[in-house]
């Protein structure tokens, strides 16, 4: 597609609940990136993929979250036993590989996800 | 101390005027730096990237680079009420990240 596509838009669920959110990167982007971004607040870093593997997951909180990218194209973020302290908006970005470089970054619309 | 810092403003400038928006980084080793623009509600869009000291213009931006003082800028030319929003200072803080981290960003808010 022609920009990154994330689903849903919004999501509202309860407290305990499993969540899963799911990014489609723009063609040809082997990168993609998770983030967590809170009111007032700049992203805040989840996890980077580089094709199918997760080159760098140090962001994720704890073990509740978890995500994948089995074909090296779509990501799926997945948070289990939700808590309402993870109300926020999840961006997904991507962006081409460039030797000795961090690409730029493009972003997705966002999934706002908000826990009662 | 953050690993990348923001005054989160406002930032109140007339219209037409120049906006000078400051970021500090905390780690020497950084070697690519981004600005990147947020309206209310939306997803932060790339404005510039720069990757060497000094200046990098593009239209009525132009960012700014010292990797010796560990600052990064951006000013904004003729500023335009659609200008206001949110800018948000991205750096890889460590050259073994692909990831970027981001300024929590400054409000900047042009008056007509």
């Known amino acids: 597609g022609a920009g990154v596509s994330q689903t849903p838009s919004n999501k509202v669920t309860e407290k305990g609940k499993y969540v899963e959110l799911r990014c489609d990167p723009i063609?040809?982007?082997?990168?993609l990136y998770w983030y967590r971004q809170s009111l007032g607040q700049g992203p805040e870093f989840l996890i980077y993929f580089q094709g199918t593997g997760a080159a760098d997951d140090s962001g994720l909180p704890n073990d509740r979250f978890f995500a994948v990218r089995p074909e090296g194209s779509v990501s799926t973020l997945k948070i289990q036993r939700t808590e309402r302290g993870d109300s926020a908006v999840y961006l997904c970005a991507s962006s081409l590989y460039r030797a000795g470089h961090t690409g730029e970054l493009f972003f997705g619309e966002g999934s706002r996800l908000t826990v009662l | 101390q953050k690993e990348v810092e923001q005054n989160s403003g406002p930032l109140s400038v007339p219209e037409g005027a120049i906006a000078s928006l400051n970021c500090t980084y905390s780690?020497?080793?950084?070697?690519?730096f981004f600005w990147y623009r947020q309206y209310s509600g939306k997803s932060p869009e790339l404005i510039m990237s720069i990757y060497s000291n000094g200046d990098k213009e593009d239209g009525r931006f132009t960012a700014q680079l010292n990797k010796a003082s560990q600052y990064v800028s951006l000013l904004i030319r003729d500023s335009q009420p659609s200008d206001s929003a949110t800018y948000l200072c991205?750096?890889?803080?460590?050259?073994?990240?692909?990831?970027?981290?981001f300024g929590s960003g400054t409000r900047l808010q042009v008056q007509p």
């Open positions: 063609s040809g982007h082997t990168a």
């Open positions: 780690d020497r080793g950084s070697q690519s």
């Open positions: 991205a750096v890889n803080v460590n050259t073994g990240r692909r990831a970027l981290t």
